[in-house]
């Protein structure tokens, strides 16, 4: 069964950190550009960054740049978002996706094909 499954939300104060994961199973990465995403509450969902298939390239939203940095091991078929000096505004439940391609783009969402359940992220004080 594919399956792609986010971990390593929580609760964290401003200024903290988190890793997500996004790990894979029923499938190989090698092949895949991911992409996480989040949504806030009454807020539309937003593209936070994406990694090509082999992670030579990334792309990130501009409410993230220098402060989120996306992985891949595809060794480990296994996704990483690693996100610095945190903001309230980063509190959302954050979501991990397939695309169909091999490079990646977060504006062309229909090409995501397969999601994750989220994991929930709070920065808070």
């Known amino acids: 069964q594919l399956q792609l499954v986010e971990s390593g939300g929580g609760l964290v104060q401003p200024g903290g950190s988190l890793r997500l994961s996004c790990a894979a199973s029923?499938?190989?990465?090698?092949?895949?550009?991911i992409g996480w995403f989040r949504q806030a509450p009454g807020k539309e969902r937003e593209g936070v960054s994406c990694?090509?298939?082999?992670?030579?390239?990334?792309n990130y939203a501009d409410s993230v740049k220098g402060r989120f940095t996306i992985s891949r091991d595809n060794a480990k078929n296994t996704v990483y978002l690693q996100m610095n000096s945190l903001k309230p505004e980063d509190t959302a439940i954050y979501y991990c996706?397939?695309?169909?391609?091999?490079?990646?783009?977060?504006?062309?969402?229909?090409?995501?094909?397969?999601w994750g359940q989220g994991t929930q992220v709070t920065v808070s004080s």
């Open positions: 990694v090509s298939s082999n992670g030579n390239n990334t």
């Open positions: 029923g499938f190989t990465l090698d092949y895949y550009a």
């Open positions: 996706a397939r695309r169909i391609f091999s490079q990646c783009s977060l504006t062309d969402v229909p090409a995501y094909d397969y």
